[in-house]
Structures are given as structure tokens and as C-alpha cells.
């Protein structure tokens, strides 16, 4: 595996594989890889002649500063668990690479992008559309993939490569969850142990939710989950909402999706978690 730092280094390497008609997969990422991103590695690598990772902590999709300083950052072992997965590069750019000056650009996709994080996490889309919308220009690939945890980004990413009409093929993964049921996270390396062992209730409780849906109603099943995350140690929600899965934009009844998802935001001590579960 190549590690590429410039965006003109990165468009020399690709233009023979783009010339040549091969199949470029980009997986974008911002480094503390963990199994999560090996599947979208994996799966690129197997639908794709080249894979290119980006590894780069996009400061512009930040809204709290803190949570940027503290984001983990594990360069080696990341470059490791590329090699290991077949990627082609890693494309790790500088800050001042990816903006040489400020971004302007505002990404209006409401109401995607105003409801949950959105509403929680001001101006964090627009900065990942951003940075997104560049790694697609600078890499063009033929297809891009990205973790179904953030649910909400993949549905934004999907609307605005539909709005620019850009060429490539936006591909969901599944999440990926440790043995107890935890959705794997970057952030999950901030949890102590206590923490990590709170945390179990977020996914057993939308494991949970997903029984008591069959013979409950959408408030009641909200009202559930709402309940037994107020009653778990150490957790604190921020929110959980019933969406439909495509519009993002909460249901009242079962009837008024075929796709309902479910989806959480909690506090654990100081580390936000997501996760989020089909119905
Ligand atoms: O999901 C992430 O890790 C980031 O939001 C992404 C898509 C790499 C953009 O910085």
C-alpha cells in the first residue's frame, strides 16, 4: 500500500487505473480504524480493481472543538489494518491541503439535514459535505462507501451526489458490532470500562425495541426505549427518533413506511455514541 499526502500525487498514481477503465472504490475515513472500516475496505477491495482509503480529520465537520482535539488519531496501526485489507492507498492529506483556504460552500439538504444530528450538531453536514464532495472530485471514483452507523450521513451523501448528479455509486454497510451487541466506534477507545459496560444498553435496548415494535405502537415504542435509556447507569439521551429510513423524517404510525428505522444518540460520560437499528 502507497500512503499519498498531495491531491496532484494522488491524481498521477490514479490516472493510468482511470485511463485503463479500472474500477476505483473509495472508502473516506478519518482514521482509528477499527472493524467497521475493514468491511468497507474488504468490500471495496473485492467490487473494485483499486481501493483508495482517506484518512484525514476533517476540522470543518466539527462543531464542538474539543471533540476535534480529541478525536484519536492512530496513524500506524491504521496504515496496518489497510495493509492487511488489501487497500491500494492511503491518501492521508494536511489540512491545508484539502483547504487551502476556508470553505465557503453551504449544503442545504433540508429537511435531511436539519432533523436529529442535524438539529444536535449544527453545521456538522455542511462539513461533511464538504470534505466529501472534494475526496469525490480529487479521487473520482467509481464507487464510495460508507458505514450505515451514520445513518443519516449516508442518506445526505446519497442526496447530494443525486443533486450534483455526480457519476459514482454511493454503497451502504451493515454495521458492525462487537459480540455484546456495542456498535464499533472510534469513539468507543474514550470509554473506560465502566463506561464501555453502560454503553450495552444502547444496543440491547434497540435490540429490545425491535421485539416490543411488533405489538406496540410507534409513540409506545418510543416512550420504551426512551424509558429503559433513562433508567440505564451513566447514560444520558440525547435523542431517539422513528424515522422512515429514506426521508429521514419521523412516523407516527407503522403504515407510514415500509422502512422504519430507529435511530439513538447518548451521552456515556462524556463520549456521544450513535447507533440506530432497522424495524
Ligand atoms: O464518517 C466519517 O468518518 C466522516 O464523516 C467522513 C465521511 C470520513 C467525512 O469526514
Not at 464542538?64 to 484519536?72: F, I, M, T, W
Not at 464532495?133 to 450505515?148: C, I, N, Q
Not at 433508567?231 to 435523542?239: K, V
Request: contains cysteine; negative net charge; glycine residues 6%.
Amino acid at each position: 500500500m502507497k500512503i499519498i499526502h498531495t491531491i496532484k500525487d494522488l491524481q498521477m498514481e490514479l490516472l493510468p487505473f482511470r485511463s485503463g477503465g479500472k474500477k476505483i472504490g473509495l472508502v473516506p475515513t478519518m482514521g482509528a480504524l477499527h472493524h467497521g472500516h475493514a468491511s468497507l475496505v474488504n468490500r471495496s477491495v473485492s467490487d473494485n480493481d483499486i481501493t483508495v482509503v482517506s484518512i484525514f480529520v476533517n476540522p470543518t465537520q466539527f462543531n464542538d472543538k474539543s471533540d476535534l482535539e480529541k478525536y484519536p488519531r492512530t496513524f500506524d496501526s491504521d496504515s496496518r489494518l489497510l495493509e492487511a485489507c488489501g487497500a491500494t492507498y492511503a491518501f492521508v492529506p494536511a489540512v491545508l491541503e484539502m483547504y487551502p483556504e476556508p470553505d465557503t460552500r453551504h449544503f442545504d439538504f433540508a429537511p435531511l439535514d436539519t432533523v436529529m444530528e442535524g438539529q444536535f450538531r449544527p453545521g456538522h453536514f455542511n462539513g461533511v459535505c464538504q470534505i466529501v464532495s472534494k475526496l469525490f472530485d480529487a479521487v473520482k471514483p467509481t464507487r464510495a462507501y460508507f458505514g450505515e452507523k451514520d445513518f443519516q450521513q449516508l442518506a445526505i451523501i446519497r442526496e447530494m451526489v443525486r443533486r450534483m448528479n455526480l457519476s459514482l455509486e454511493i454503497v451502504g454497510c451493515p454495521i458492525v458490532r462487537e459480540e455484546d451487541g456495542l456498535a464499533l466506534s472510534s469513539r468507543n477507545a474514550r470509554l473506560s470500562v465502566r463506561e464501555r459496560d453502560n454503553a450495552l444498553m444502547i444496543s440491547k435496548t434497540l435490540f429490545e425495541s425491535r421485539a416490543f415494535a411488533k405489538t406496540h405502537t410507534v409513540m409506545e415504542t418510543v416512550l420504551f426505549v426512551q424509558d429503559s435509556i433513562h433508567n440505564a447507569p451513566g447514560l444520558r439521551l440525547e435523542y431517539f427518533e422513528l424515522v422512515d429510513g429514506d426521508t429521514l423524517q419521523p412516523i407516527s404510525q407503522w403504515s407510514d413506511t415500509e422502512y422504519a428505522v430507529g435511530c439513538i444518540t447518548v451521552f456515556c460520560g462524556e463520549v456521544r455514541l450513535i447507533d440506530n437499528i432497522k424495524y
